[in-house]
């Protein structure tokens, strides 16, 4: 048997249900208690789930080696997916990114896409993040006076992380506005929703057959004429004799699109809504900006942009008490759970921008551990010190947050915004 303890709980962890009002932590805290390692019921379209509610557990078993992405190691041959005739689809494109890769691929195409992401790479943009968000909210301003309110996700929290990646990329400034559309589709595709799939599906794939070909493009600009910019130095990176190929290269580049924007969309809209319904939290950053970095860390703990993320086990993982994860199990980590755990952190479902925080799992844990995490950061500490310098006045002017439907990304549709004077 999958699990061997005795008289567990007669509750499913559904996450549609936890979901339905954007508010899944009251769901998340019942499961720590009463069923911390939840079997899901016995489906014959899906492998067998357990979801994982505790930190310790989350912190402990996204290290083990035990666990990974490929599901071809635990599928009968007949079963593991065959390779994609179309090389631009989604589904192929996203086949080959380290994101779903295990070692030895995933170690080469991370440790050549980490050129860009060294702490001291990233922190050569802050000037451009500063100058970019500064702009971004003087315009944000000017939409309000002339419509009485503005959505800050649109105007101000999803440009910047688009930008910021659009140039790390090398993207000429005259493409942004198409290549933020872009983005913003395939980000998408990761949360994919349950009503009107196919139709999704086949925007999804139209929208990367556009942006693989504009890359490609790009690709053979740069090959031609190297540039200061991530995709030149992907085409000359050289790790032991091996060089990414174009079709390497393309994909790296908009796993890179899609994971250097839509969490950071979501850590600047939930985290200025969490600011706006604690105006105690939001006064004392407006007082000190300089509180922005250690607040930057405990939104992400608060409300998570990413709430899971999924290994397989490919063999039979002991929990202690009687439980045991049995080999080719889909294995759920509910980050957004292990961040409000008490046993981690004292009175954690209380929002504190001096709390001292300490190992969240906002970005993971392991081998892969956000890429992107010092940029997130980066980006959030610059947006939040800005609104907070900038715009000490602002006000959130709805009642109800307008939350996308989806689990794993985690963010608001919109979050409209005022400017009192």
Not at 165 to 186: H, M, N, S, T, V
Not at 240 to 246: A, K, Q, T
Not at 254 to 278: D, K, Q, S
Request: hydrophobic fraction near 40%; charged fraction near 25%.
């Amino acid at each position: 048997m999958a699990i061997q303890q005795q008289n567990r709980p007669q509750r499913t962890f559904d996450i549609a249900e936890a979901f339905a009002t954007g508010d899944p932590y009251a769901t998340y805290a019942w499961f720590r208690e009463h069923d911390p390692v939840s079997f899901g019921e016995e489906r014959d379209w899906a492998p067998p789930a357990a979801s994982l509610f505790r930190h310790d557990d989350v912190f402990r078993l996204l290290r083990d080696t035990r666990l990974g992405k490929e599901w071809s190691r635990v599928l009968p041959p007949s079963d593991a997916p065959q390779p994609l005739s179309d090389p631009d689809s989604f589904h192929a494109i996203a086949g080959n990114w380290m994101l779903f890769r295990d070692p030895p691929v995933h170690t080469h195409l991370r440790g050549l896409a980490n050129l860009a992401f060294t702490p001291r790479q990233v922190e050569r943009m802050r000037p451009e993040i500063e100058r970019l968000a500064a702009g971004l909210l003087a315009d944000l301003k000017r939409q309000t006076a002339e419509q009485g309110q503005a959505d800050l996700i649109m105007a101000y929290a999803y440009p910047l992380p688009t930008l910021v990646i659009a140039q790390i990329l090398g993207i000429p400034k005259e493409d942004f506005g198409k290549f933020r559309r872009w983005a913003g589709d395939i980000a998408a595709a990761i949360d994919f929703p349950l009503e009107g799939l196919a139709e999704f599906q086949a925007r999804v794939d139209q929208t990367t057959h556009e942006l693989a070909e504009y890359l490609r493009w790009v690709f053979s600009l740069r090959k031609a004429d190297p540039q200061d910019d991530l995709i030149s130095r992907l085409i000359a990176a050289d790790e032991d004799g091996r060089r990414l190929d174009e079709d390497e290269v393309i994909g790296t580049c908009i796993l890179l699109l899609v994971a250097g924007h839509e969490t950071t969309v979501n850590l600047i809209g939930n985290g200025t809504l969490a600011l706006m319904r604690h105006p105690d939290q939001w006064g004392a950053l407006v007082r000190d900006p300089g509180l922005a970095r250690n607040a930057t860390e405990e939104l992400l703990r608060y409300d998570s942009p990413v709430q899971m993320t999924t290994r397989v086990a490919f063999e039979p993982i002991e929990l202690g008490g009687g439980i045991v994860i049995p080999p080719a199990t889909e294995v759920i980590f509910v980050l957004g759970s292990a961040n409000r755990d008490p046993a981690a952190f004292a009175d954690p479902d209380r929002l504190d921008l001096t709390r001292r925080v300490e190992r969240i799992m906002s970005f993971g844990m392991g081998i892969h551990f956000c890429l992107g995490s010092p940029l997130a950061r980066l980006e959030g500490e610059v947006a939040f010190r800005t609104l907070a310098s900038g715009a000490p006045e602002m006000t959130w002017t709805g009642d109800t947050p307008a939350w996308r439907p989806g689990a794993v990304l985690h963010g608001l549709h919109d979050l409209p915004v005022a400017f009192p004077s």
